[in-house]
């Protein structure tokens, strides 16, 4: 299996610029998520999908981040009118609900991440 | 709410020596998940291992070891024989059961071990 992709690796762009990521999950994974670390601290999350349904947003993703997962396999990141305070690395995972011994199994693959810095 | 402490921020140890990062819990939930992540300086994060709630059976894998605890609601994990390719960041994450599995993540801060040669 090939891993958890993200376009860009790197961006870097100045403040009020809109900018969008890319997250290609592991092949027939039907669950993608979204995360935010900034330096020093652990990641934190944004947003799941099962399948193309956005199942859960974070307080953390105000108004100008919006994700999309149009088809259920790839998924994009935009953050408009950039500031500052946007700048982390963005990390996407994604995962698969298996069936094993009984039980419910579920763990998340993360991509490389994109990291952003806005000036 | 969920929450995940990893009091130490930062270790250094000599190579072979044996190192243990805690990592503490909070959860209202009676059926949730723990993990353990490598971060190393490339910056993915690298699943190490998932603990199911109900399985309290401490595990082992090579040089890496884990003793999950509910009593004290501490899922440390201990690296034997340290060797310079453990330098990392390591975080302890923990999810609720959703209906469908485990779901969101929540990290904790995360502790930097720097084993030198």
Known sequence: DTGVSQDPRHKITKRGQNVTFRCDPISEHNRLYWYRQTLGQGPEFLTYFQNEAQLEKSRLLSDRFSAERP????????IQRTEQG???MYLCASSSLLLASGSLTDTQYFG????LTVL | A???TQAQTEISVVEKEDVTLDCVYETRDTTYYLFWYKQPPSGE?????RRNSFDEQNEISGRYSWNFQKSTSSFNFTITASQVVDSAVYFCALSEAGQGG??????GKGMKLTVNP
């Open chain 1, 71 to 78: 088809k259920g396999s790839f998924s994009t990141l935009e």
């Open chain 1, 86 to 88: 946007d700048s982390a």
């Open chain 1, 112 to 115: 490389p991440g994109t990291r």
């Open chain 2, 2 to 4: 969920q929450k995940v």
């Open chain 2, 45 to 49: 994060l690298v699943f190490l291992i």
């Open chain 2, 102 to 107: 485990s779901e969101k993540l929540v990290f």
